[in-house]
């Protein structure tokens, strides 16, 4: 049986790890290492998520009470445009993929690299000015399109739209080369014995994503660029007036920010299929249904985009289309969350910090998935459709399932990446108050939603007096949610700040994890591995395991 | 088995008009049929969350590490259960796709008898106009209708995308420039309910909302034959009453203190010679007003932007009359 002490000799241990096998802010800001890149991109993604926080904060102080009375309507508009278009652009999309992926895929894969470490780098240079253009349109006007840019608000609108979109055209970018690295990565650079059925999921999770990555951007790319010039130089193509058409915008849109959607969620899944397995001792219930059906979800969510448009005008045998296949996406996730429930059937649970947030991320994204159904539903759609029913349903996927995920492979792997533990107990502490106050925080905003409050409403307070009633007693309350989650989620940035003063050492394998990543050191050399390791078993093949009483 | 759930759905179809938990009060044939299933769907859902989280938390608390010998099961899947909880969930998204569809159709299309009310949406109100009975309702006076009638919502707007949201009626419906889009109901109850703008349309998107009033047969004929006669109001009233309900005040102070906003303010400013962009003055006079009402940006006044949407064919010649001296009054 191969352990991690046979692969990891103690006598090629002061071989330095990748922290400080060079120095100074040179070796990092132009390293090759996929380690060091997942780190910036950590560091990166943190920051902005720090960031869209606290304006999801503001936006909550302003909701707690009927009247716009905490900011203008203007700074309203801008604020939850921004708290989106940070969280979606530079937060959830490269949360996954590009801080965790980038240090974990190649260990996982037993390799020494990405196939393209330069492009690697590039990837994130170009992430760091798509960045830097969001931020100059903060500073020069703002932006009050909401993330989605639809026309004609966008193109007469007098905030930085041009800023904003040439931002995210170029972190498009970004987010292709990162696809296009890790397929690469995973076709040609496996370690001997590493067959497709022996990748862990989350890699098959990463393969899904980065397909999608590359096929949708582009689309997301030339929807922009068009955009652009219908405002730089009134080409009409969205344009009413001049005979274009206001609503391919939004098919446009849709065409890339649906399957983004799975951009979010997938590597999420991926996580979550890694972490109830290590931390219950048990093989993954059925490898073949969870792989496979991500690739589903990929492909399937490429023909789902119209389902954001039932009331915008589009055909009604178009709607019925997407309504159907809408569907055709819920049985493969349906099938993921039983598969993971049934891996815990007759394991041995620890219920650590990583555990917990998966397990979280199966309550939460299950609400998310069943509310998604509301919304799939035609008739029902009609009724939700841009009210804070949305709201709470895209919350609980995208940071009930995909940051929480996040979250929870960040703590998963975090003595791999530091050598350090956190405090268990802060973690705990912590883990509470994240989860009730999403949990608060977001069902408020469904009572509020299924009874007909409007999105992104800088004031309820010109309607019936018994609705302003109803919706201020339900926002209220998901603010109260929102400043319990906002503290929740500083106590995590402390803890584990002070691990990497504080922290005990980890030692390579904290979990008894068996996929390769847990075969070297914590935190690793610089190239990874010692010689060339080889895959002799699968991804779940636990000591635990009990192969005789079967 | 779904032609029985369909028909479960049409028999609860009339008791549905109680505010539940979840839904707003219904008051309308559409939101007795929208009801039931989001009833179901909820039920389904309830019960399949729990039905999760219960074997989840059973899992949790019976396989609980009890010492570092535990040994865990091999198993890696089976292949019969994977079905079954493929296929159950499966057959259960048709049923809710399949009565989805059949509600949206009759959301979409409007009976042939129903009355026509064209609707424009604009930065940031709603106008209602009665094609045959000449009459427009504007921002601050309410949208009335008779109870038991079809009523047809034909909609298009003025300036970007908006949305006609009655939560009361589950019906919801964008507006584009340069399109029509239809909306239709049939109230069953007696009362008032909101009327809200949905898609996001800028500053102000939060006040795009209105009322509907549900009225009487009898009474609707009342209210008829008073709003057509328009009332007895001076003409600087009605001006005044058209200045809140075509949305004029979001952009125009009428202030003493002369507060400047998108647009010029309007104190005090009859009577005045102006500056406009290309350098030429014109004297603030009746002629100068009406022009600007009906191709307001042919001449701007200098130091604002060409912003405001043109109203030509919109007023009546007595109402534009009354914006005319309510703008006199100001001073």
Redesign the interface.
Known sequence: MTTAAETIDPAEGNEPSYLSATKGLRSWLFTVDHKRIGIMYLVAVLLFFMVGGLLAIGIRIELATAPGDFVSAQTYNKLFTLHGAIMVFLVIIPAIPASLGNFILPLQLGAKDVAFPKLNLASFHIYVVGALFLLYAIVSGGLDTGWTFYTPYSTSTDTSVIAATTGAFILGFSSIFTGLNFIVTIHKMRAAGMTWTRMPLFIWSLYATSVIQILATPVLAITLLLLTMERWLGIGIFDASMGGDPVLFQHFFWFYSHPAVYIMILPGMGVISELVTTHSRKNIFGYRAIAYSSVAIALIGFLVWGHHMFVSGQSMIASAIFSFLTFGVAVPTAIKVFSWVATLYKGSIRLTTPMLYALAFLFLFTIGGLTGLFLGTLATDVHLHDTYFVVAHFHHTMMGGGLIAFIAGLHHWWPKMTGRLYSELWGKIAFVLVFVGFSVTFFAQFVAGTNGMPRRYHSYDSLSPAMRDLYEYWQSISSIGAYVLGVGMFIILFYLIHSLIRGKRSGPNPWGGKSLEWETASPPIEHNFHGHPICKHGPYDFDEIDHQGA | MISQLLLAATQTAEQSTEAT????PGASTTSS??DP??NF??G??IF??VL??A??AY??IK????SDD?????????HR??IV??LI??VI??V??V??????????VPPDNAMEIRVIGQKWFWEFSYPIDGITVRKGEKLVVPINKPVKLVMSSE???H?M?I??F?????V????Y?VIWFEATKLG???I????????????M?H?IKVVSAAEYEAWKVEAASGGDMTPAQLGKKLFTGLGCVACHSTSKDKKKMVGPPLFGLYGNTETLTDGKTVKVDDKYIRSSLIEPNSQIVKGF?PAMPPYKGRLKEKEMAGMIEYIKSLK
Do not use: Q
């Open positions: 938990f979840w839904l707003p049929s929208v299933l989001f769907i909820m389904v859902s399949f969350f999760v989280m074997v989840l899992f949790v396989y609980r590490k009890r535990d040994k865990t099961s091999p198993i890696s899947g089976n259960l994977e909880w493929s969930p499966a998204l048709v809710m796709f009565w989805g569809f059949k509600g949206f159709i009759n959301l979409s300036d970007v995308l949305a949201f939560p009361a589950r019906i919801k419906r964008d584009l420039p340069n399109r889009s008032e309910y909101d809200f703008c949905a898609e996001y349309c800028g500053d102000e998107h939060s006040k909302t009322t932007a």
